[in-house]
């Protein structure tokens, strides 16, 4: 009996997610799934940056819009927090971006160690983790190497996305923004100086967003990144202010996506939004 009513259990699941799967799990287009995935050699050595014992494997989170359909070229959000309390990049994936994801129709994805709090949080710790992330996302679905990504971030989270967009730019991706709120240094210039990516990056959508009342990346110091990025050559940028904190802006989320995805469509076809 307890055989019977797992199988049921089973073909259950499998029905419900449409035999899509995952790095092996199942998935449901509309929910959320987490896994243990493999890191590759050069994936180890960025994590091991700052003395950081080497984990077993990452944790990756994969959100899919409803009607996600993978023989589709689908954006993917890829999400980054700021170490501060400790939080891994899925929390805010969880907490912020995974409702506008599904709002606009994208993927959102985010990749971690298996433990939160690391010998060092180092940018390597993060990108490692993410790239093992990408990496089970392009073999749980063919092509999908090629669909267009964009790094969000609030806070420091919008420090690690910008320094790590050209290391993901140098490693083949197809970067199609970067959206940054409450940002009070710039960091992109710096990591552009250490990966060197290639010219046409500097040609990337990078979408500010900045409140008026910020008292932790005040408008002078986001004023201040903005014309830092235009000296190293960013010529794609769009500024806005909202009136309000350091707790972001909702209607400046959606701008952004909408905005990066006009750039995608511009060149290649991606499912439309639901209205």
Request: aromatic share 10%; charged share 15%.
């Amino acid at each position: 009996m307890i055989v019977y009513v797992v199988a049921l259990l089973a073909l259950s699941v499998s029905s419900a997610s449409g035999g899509l799967t995952f790095a092996g799990v199942p998935l449901t287009p509309g929910g959320t799934v987490q896994v243990n995935v493999p890191l590759s050699d050069l994936e180890k050595s960025y994590v091991s940056e700052g003395g950081n014992p080497v984990p077993s494997h990452a944790v990756a989170v994969l959100a899919v819009p409803p009607g996600f359909d993978p023989k589709r070229m689908w954006p993917v959000m890829v999400a980054f927090a700021s170490s501060e309390h400790g939080h891994q990049n899925a929390y805010d994936l969880r907490m912020i971006w995974r409702h506008f994801a599904f709002r606009e129709g994208w993927i959102a994805l985010a990749g971690d160690g298996p433990t939160p709090a690391p010998r060092v949080d180092s940018s390597g710790w993060r990108a490692g983790h993410t790239l093992a992330a990408l990496d089970a996302l392009n073999r749980s679905f063919p092509g999908s190497r090629q669909w267009p990504i964009v790094l969000v971030g609030q806070s420091g989270g919008a420090k690690r996305a910008s320094y790590l967009a050209p290391l993901f730019a140098v490693g083949g991706y197809r970067m199609a923004g970067i959206f940054l709120t409450g940002i009070n240094e710039d960091r992109i210039t710096v990591a552009c100086r250490r990966f060197k990516p290639p010219r046409d990056f500097f040609s990337i959508p990078i979408f500010l967003s900045s409140g008026d009342q910020d008292r932790i990346a005040t408008p002078d110091q986001q004023l201040a990144v903005e014309n830092s990025m235009r000296r190293t050559g960013f010529t794609n940028i769009r500024h806005k202010t909202f009136a309000g904190g350091h707790e972001g802006s909702m209607a400046h989320v959606v701008a952004a996506l909408r905005w990066f995805r006009s750039g995608i469509e511009d060149h290649h076809k991606v499912p439309s939004a639901k209205p």
